[in-house]
Nanobody, 130 residues
């Protein structure tokens, strides 16, 4: 189990950028699959991006509407995963959550499913004004 703390949210104008950070406690962070999800008011929580390391290869996954605008990355030395968000749109407004999947759960096969993650942060608000 890891504890996750997100930061970096805020208010930005459309077209602007933000970088979210998710700091994880605990050991073996590099072996965890990590994901970003978001939830807008009145909507279901949805997948945004994920990053996983398996058999020496790093895999990244994105929701279609953020491809080319958002980039997920990780710094294992700092136990941190990032979400760089560029060309932000008002529809990106949401609370953004970081999630982690322990390697003890086995390889992740559907990164977009929130049930595949066992640890969650408290969220950070992102508001994009038009």
């Amino acid at each position: 189990q890891v504890q996750l703390v997100e930061s970096g949210g805020g208010l930005v104008q459309a077209g602007g950028s933000l970088r979210l950070s998710c700091a994880a406690s605990g050991r073996s962070f590099s072996t965890y699959a990590m994901g970003w999800f978001r939830q807008a008011p009145g909507k279901e929580r949805e997948f945004v991006a994920a990053i996983n390391w398996e058999t020496g290869v790093t895999y990244t996954y994105y929701k279609d509407v953020v491809k080319g605008r958002f980039t997920i990355s990780r710094d294992n030395a700092k136990n941190t995963v990032y979400l760089q968000m560029n060309s932000l749109r008002p529809e990106d407004t949401a609370i953004y959550y970081c999630a982690a999947r322990s390697p003890s759960w086995g390889p992740i096969r559907t990164p977009a499913a929130d049930t595949n993650y066992g640890d969650w942060g408290q969220g950070t608000q992102v508001t994009v004004s038009s």
